[in-house]
């Protein structure tokens, strides 16, 4: 039983156009998400995160919006460069204890330029 | 600065062999985890540990075993490898709970 999905395996994006990566989730007990980011033969490595209490996180060209009533976050990264190109991993955590993240099966990006 | 640390990088083990995966961290942090990567699998997380001596099991935990004698090492050990063990494996560590995660740069292994 997947609490976060990403059900996109893969996506390619022209160079200069937005990336848009979609995440669902199913645990109402999640209150705190996370994308990271891997390239091959590397560990993934944070890029950017929101609270529930949010709606939109900006760093630079990264954007992360969150519809709690969907259970549905995004990530935007505008404009695309080729060096974005990488596997996108969305992660999720419960507001109680120590309850590890939880992440989906991550979405590959291509920045094609 | 290391950060996290994983050894060894590639590892070919044949069934019903045994080894440890090695993790230290340098940054002082408390909680160390375990995952494990399979193809279109994303990253399932195998033990954990809240401090040197607690250790808690995760989604898959069966085959492996932890141990967390100091806050720096998180050995994980693979007692009679399997095929189903064939997996890239990756050590995180966070300062606490509500902290992102720092991984290391994972551990390859085949299981022929």
């Known amino acids: 039983d997947q609490q976060v999905k990403q059900n996109s395996p893969s996506l390619s994006v022209q160079e200069g156009r937005i990336s848009i990566l979609n995440c669902d989730y199913t645990?109402?007990?999640?209150?705190?998400f996370l994308w990271y980011k891997k390239y091959p033969a590397e560990g993934p490595t944070f890029l950017i995160s929101?609270?529930?209490?949010?709606d939109k996180n900006e760093d630079g060209r990264f954007t992360v919006f969150l519809n709690k009533s969907a259970k549905h976050l995004s990530l935007h990264i505008v404009p695309s460069q080729p060096g974005d190109s990488a596997v996108y991993f969305c992660a999720a955590r419960e507001n109680s204890g120590n309850t590890p993240l939880v992440f989906g099966k991550g979405t590959r990006l291509s920045v094609i330029a | 600065n290391a950060g996290v640390t994983q050894t060894p990088k590639f590892r070919i083990l044949k069934i019903g062999q045994s080894m440890t995966l090695q993790c230290a961290q340098d940054?002082?942090?408390?909680?160390m985890y375990w995952y494990r990567q399979d193809p279109g699998m994303g990253l399932k997380l195998i033990y954990y540990s809240v401090g040197a001596g607690i250790t808690d099991k995760g989604e898959v935990p069966n085959g492996y075993n932890v141990s967390r004698s100091t806050t720096e090492d998180f050995p994980l050990r693979l007692e009679l490898a399997a095929p189903s063990q064939t997996s890239v494996y990756f050590c995180?560590?966070?300062?606490?709970?509500?902290?992102?995660?720092?991984f290391g740069s994972g551990t390859r292994l085949t299981v022929v």
């Open positions: 940054m002082n942090h408390n909680y």
């Open positions: 995180a560590s966070s300062a606490g709970s509500r902290n992102g995660y720092t």
């Open positions: 645990n109402s007990m999640f209150d705190y």
């Open positions: 929101i609270s529930s209490i949010k």
